[in-house]
């Protein structure tokens, strides 16, 4: 079983950063691809942003590349969203997820409660 908790959400002009942390319970956060993914209000779950186990491998959707940028810490069993040129569009409630294999559905394992962000324009 594992629990996770986002954070680091809020409201933020267009063009502003923010950076998503999501803290992981167990002792095998390192086995676990971690995902990214958000739901604007009145459309479905979409994924954003990937990384593997072992941070080799990262993968992202197309609408956030080059712009946001995700990252873990297995030390501390968190995963990190750094986002960047956030634009109005990118407003939504974000979730972190957890799966035991390198998925980009939304098939993922575990869910964390999601942390809302807000880009004014």
């Known amino acids: 079983q594992v629990q996770l908790v986002e954070s680091g959400g809020g409201l933020v002009q267009a063009g502003g950063s923010l950076r998503l942390s999501c803290a992981a319970s167990?002792?095998?956060?390192?086995?676990?691809?971690m995902g990214w993914f958000r739901q604007a209000l009145g459309k479905e779950r979409e994924f954003v942003a990937g990384?593997?186990?072992?941070?080799?491998?990262?993968f992202y959707a197309d609408s956030v590349k080059g712009r946001f940028t995700t990252s873990r810490d297995n030390a501390k069993n968190t995963v990190y969203l750094q986002m960047n040129s956030l634009k109005p569009e990118d407003t939504a409630v974000y979730y972190c997820?957890?799966?035991?294999?390198?998925?980009?559905?939304?098939?993922?394992?575990?869910w964390g409660q999601g942390t809302q962000v807000t880009v004014s324009s």
């Open positions: 997820a957890a799966a035991r294999i390198l998925r980009s559905d939304p098939g993922y394992d575990y």
């Open positions: 990384i593997s186990g072992s941070a080799g491998s990262t």
């Open positions: 167990g002792r095998t956060f390192s086995r676990y691809t």
